[in-house]
């Protein structure tokens, strides 16, 4: 990746993350997209260029995330069970990037409540829904290729795609569910995703 992709795609999750940021902290009608673009140290202008609204840029987040659990998961060892391949790439998307680092969440309780009302919206839930699409595609091409089928006629990379999504969404609403009480949103993942790989049978 070139320097120009870099720093577009740093601006991108800059922009994204200080929209959910200021979200979290105000609410979904007092934050501006012109706010996020202060917050984010860019014009306007720019945001336009990379969002067309405030809810696109809060979704784009889980789409770059799972964007790139498919690319992770395309380079994972070939002679790697699918599961733990899967499992690998998932969690390696929880480190936290340098705008987050440079602009940590607030504390546990307040951003929890945050983030609940945030996803409650309407409008957010319709992006989500749309980022969730595209990523089901992008990621059910990278489980074709490690399966050895198609995306397009076979059913089974789409069911993997579909039931990795699901079990993350999942884990996220466990998550934000705890009302700010400790929880490792990772060990959330792991557990989703092993339930999945073992057929999802019924507890002891």
């Known amino acids: 990746m070139g320097l120009r992709e870099q720093k577009k795609q740093a601006t991108r999750a800059a922009l994204s993350w200080s929209a959910i940021r200021l979200i979290v902290e105000r609410g979904y009608d007092r934050v501006l997209t012109e706010d996020i673009a202060n917050e984010a140290g860019v014009s306007p202008r ?4 990379y ?7 809060v979704a784009s987040r889980h789409l770059d995330r799972c964007l790139r659990v498919a690319e992770v998961l395309r380079a994972r060892p070939a002679d790697e069970p699918l599961w733990d391949a899967i499992t690998e790439a998932v969690l390696s998307q929880f480190e936290p990037g340098p705008e987050v680092i440079e ?33 089901e595609i992008a ?12 995306p397009e006629t076979d059913i089974y990379p789409k069911l993997v795609a579909s039931a990795v999504l699901s079990a993350s969404n999942v884990a996220t609403q466990q998550f934000i569910g705890r009302n ?9 993942h792991i557990d989703a995703l092993r339930h999945l790989s073992t057929g999802l049978r019924p507890p002891d």
């Open 51 to 57: 969002f067309s609204s405030k809810a696109e840029a």
């Open 103 to 135: 602009h940590p969440p607030l504390d546990r309780e307040a951003w929890s409540a945050g983030l609940r009302l945030m996803v409650a919206v309407p409008a957010l839930q319709a992006e989500f829904l749309r980022a969730a699409a595209s990523a």
């Open 139 to 150: 990621l059910a091409a990278a489980v074709a290729e490690r399966t050895g089928t198609d």
């Open 180 to 188: 700010g009480q400790p929880v490792d949103v990772k060990q959330l």
């Open 46 to 49: 720019t945001f336009n260029n």
